[in-house]
């Protein structure tokens, strides 16, 4: 069979573009999400979830692999020691790091970034436990650092790591001493591989890279652009296009995709999704355990894994259960944990509780990065408690919106939910101290004496077996009073352009490990 020189052409083009030469050619990355979550770029009012961008724009003072393994290669610090009463942290600061102004990153710097994470605007998910713990923060030599705490502790690095929130990104004092938070929050400068350059809400955030840096050498892309793309069909149309590099799917377009030869990167057990209320519950139906477990029997959690994310999810039982600490802290789900579906008995605990004809219940609808089948999922929960009789109410909102009820509590005993990011003991205990203390602002499920002594304990606790014992007496606590409706483990799909290249976007949620991926030094 001959070929026309059109075909002949044609064909070249498109090996030419699927080689290694023409994505190493590619001078702007794009990448494509279902959501942004909160938008924000100052990194105390943002959290986790923003991990995305922010990850890029600024360093962390500990540095993780793309595992989540602390590294002193990948952070400010390059090493770091306890003293031997755990209540003293020296870290030693990396020389030559460099803000985008051109200023030298320095301990005032890592200083000041800390005293304003845990300030009193920083709306951060673990600048509470910090606030708890740092007494005080000193700054013997430009290159050292020592953080001193109430009580002995294991978890300083870890919190100030890429492997968690924020908390840990290093700013630039005299920038924003010198310009104020307003400014800094609409014209970020930071010290990492790539600077800020634009932001339309609703719509991109753009990132250029500066010439060189220690992280990832010269970069291999010269921008970086997110762009915002609610509708999965219109990102799908993108990515055979061309047009995005990379962008996150629903896991029922996975084998679709995968047909078309586009690379798939799936994390494993990447985050736990819950559900939960608003507290206080006093007042509020869910304040009975009865009803809170009638609420878990009602959801068929196997179908869920199916029917809403194409078999790529495993059910789960207990509330806030981060798998990857299991083996960590020795716990074990025990087939009794295990919710069985059972809505006749669920109909019986609802009437033994006095809520034979239900209670009315609000159910908020919205996606979050990571999970495009938000909304579907809270349309299937709510019509599994319709069938029990309770008489949900589904609020289509954005996240923002949802995240600031939740803060001010101002929808007691409503349900919400989240993709837990999935993680170590340490960021497991970040999550409960977060979640489950009492104490913590953020807390909006538990509110109970019992759990509050244990998470205590850990905080201060140094003997790791003491801690695998406490941490595991919460978790047995937390499914026992079912503190929340935990449903699913996540596998989470990612699909990639397929002239991207090697790309490990590691298992640290949030966050694509961008820099290894535009690094020179691969």
Known sequence: MKLSFGIIAALLSVALLASPAAAQAKSELTVALSSFSTEVLDPVLGGHVVKYYMSLMFDYLVGVTPDGQLSKDAGLATRWEPSADHR??????????????????????????????????STTGYAGPLRALIADIETPASDRLVIVTKEPTLIIPTY??????????????????????????????????????????GSHIKLAAVDNHWRI?????????????????????????????????????????????????????????????????DGQPTKDKRVREAL????????????????????AYVP????????????????????????????????????????????????????PEGKAFAEAMAGYWQKLGVQTKLIPVDYPAFRK?????????AMGYYNIANRDWIGTYALLEKQAYTKSKASDTVNDPEVDGMIEQVMRQTDKDKIG???????????????????????????????????????????????ELASSKR
Request: a positive charge; aromatic letters at 12%.
């Open 88 to 121: 003293r942290w020296t870290f030693y600061l990396r020389k030559g790091a460099r803000f985008h102004t051109g200023d030298e990153v320095t301990s005032e710097d890592v200083k000041f970034s800390l005293q304003r994470a845990i300030g009193k605007r």
């Open 160 to 201: 100030l790591s890429r492997s968690l929130s924020t908390e840990g990104m290093i700013l630039p004092k005299k920038y924003i001493e010198a310009n104020g938070d307003d400014l800094f929050a609409q014209k970020p400068v930071g010290s990492g591989p790539y600077r800020f350059v634009e932001q339309v809400t």
């Open 217 to 281: 050498g010269v970069p291999r892309y010269k921008t970086v652009l997110f762009k915002l793309v609610p509708e999965e069909t219109t990102r799908i149309a993108l990515l055979r296009r061309g047009e995005v590099d990379i962008t996150d799917v629903s896991r029922e377009r996975v084998k679709e995709l995968e047909r078309e030869a586009f690379p798939i990167h799936v994390r494993r057990e990447e985050a736990v999704l819950t559900m939960w209320w608003i507290l206080p519950r």
């Open 296 to 315: 878990n029997l009602a959801v068929d959690r196997s179908e869920v894994a199916q029917s809403i994310f194409a078999g790529h999810a495993d059910p």
């Open 320 to 371: 806030m259960g981060l798998s990857w600490s299991y083996r960590d802290i020795g716990f074990k789900v025990t087939p009794e944990m295990q919710y069985p579906y059972d809505v006749a008995r669920a109909k019986k605990l609802l009437a033994d509780a006095g809520f034979a004809g239900g209670f009315p219940l609000t159910v908020h609808a919205y996606q979050l990065p990571g999970l």
């Open 405 to 413: 009820n939740w803060f001010d509590r101002a929808l007691p005993g």
């Open 469 to 515: 014992v406490l941490m595991r007496n919460v978790y047995t606590r937390l499914r026992s009073e079912h503190y929340g409706v935990p449903v699913v483990y996540l596998h989470s799909p990612y699909a990639a352009s397929k002239t991207l290249g090697k790309w490990n976007p590691g298992t640290v949620m949030y966050d694509f490990f961008i820099d």
